[in-house]
């Protein structure tokens, strides 16, 4: 379950959700998260421009939450990816 804060209710768009997922992570009080998207090809297929926005969203949070001020220290969040068909193979680093 995504830490939200404030909770999202009513007509969300992505800027929203960013929004709340960022400020539901720094009520957390961890320095790491890592977030799993699981079953991520239902997106996919339902509606690739969404998926891609909803990507997005999410790599931009990652890549700024650690450099924030108005986060209260340092916190990396590192999301994955997971699913099944040809866009989802195994990554190793």
């Known amino acids: 379950m995504l830490p939200l804060d404030p909770p999202l209710s009513g007509n969300v768009n992505w800027d929203v959700f960013s929004d709340s997922l960022w400020g ?5 009080g961890l320095k790491q998260i890592a977030i799993v998207w699981r079953r ?3 997106m996919v297929q339902a509606d690739l421009l969404e ?3 909803a ?5 931009n ?6 450099h924030s001020r ?3 220290f340092t916190i990396k969040v590192l999301p994955f ?3 099944e068909g040809t866009s989802f ?3 190793w680093f």
């Open 24 to 28: 539901g992570i720094d009520q957390l």
């Open 40 to 42: 991520a090809e239902n």
């Open 51 to 53: 998926f891609l926005l």
């Open 55 to 59: 990507f997005d969203c999410l790599k």
């Open 61 to 66: 949070m990652a890549s700024t939450i650690d």
């Open 70 to 72: 108005e986060v209260k």
């Open 81 to 83: 990816l997971t699913g």
């Open 89 to 91: 193979k195994p990554f």
